[in-house]
């Protein structure tokens, strides 16, 4: 199945890859802000924290990906299933919890690559992990491989934006 946001978001990790993070936010904080804009960013980053926090606690959780480890050391796949999900939700195209968390009003949301196009705000974010028993809970979100030695749950984080996925023995790589 081809997903109409794969090209962009192909361009999008690539910029990131060559120029990295630190890069990109040196440019953006260079700019003159109004007063809403600091107040948007204050709010994303609260919002940040927050869905890693939450993470965290999680009984099932297992390793975080912290977004301070460098973009490009992340699978192509991870990358570009946050940033597909990442751009549907901000284009208005996901589905969404009965909250309906919008990108103009930070706040901690979930995506979930056993779930596509899907997000999911804080309160609903228990939806992260597939259901007990269920095929997506032994189904490696990598390869497609099912099986019971599945890894815990593990997520990326583009600022607010929660991406999680879990992966067998194989394809787990941190």
Request: net charge neutral; proline share 6%; charged share 20%.
């Amino acid at each position: 199945m081809i997903d109409k946001f794969d090209g962009a978001a192909r361009k999008i990790d690539k910029i990131i890859c060559e120029v990295g993070f630190s890069a990109l936010q040196a440019m953006f904080n260079s700019e003159t802000k109004s007063p809403d804009r600091i107040a948007f960013e204050d709010q994303a980053g609260a919002a940040q924290a927050q869905m890693e926090t939450m993470f965290r606690a999680l009984p099932a959780a297992g390793s975080v990906i912290s977004r301070e480890t460098e973009w490009g050391h992340h699978p192509e796949w991870a990358r570009l299933g946050l940033l597909r999900s990442h751009l549907r939700w901000v284009q208005g195209e996901s589905r969404l919890c009965s909250h309906k968390p919008q990108a103009a009003r930070p706040q901690p949301v979930a995506a979930f690559a056993w779930k596509p196009n899907f997000v999911a705000c804080a309160r609903c974010s228990h939806r992260a992990t597939p259901p007990a028993g269920s095929v997506e809970h032994y189904t490696c979100d990598a390869c497609g491989k099912v099986g019971e030695d599945m890894v815990t749950d593990s997520a990326l984080f583009l600022g607010p934006f929660m991406y999680t996925f879990g992966c067998c023995g194989t394809c787990a790589y941190w």
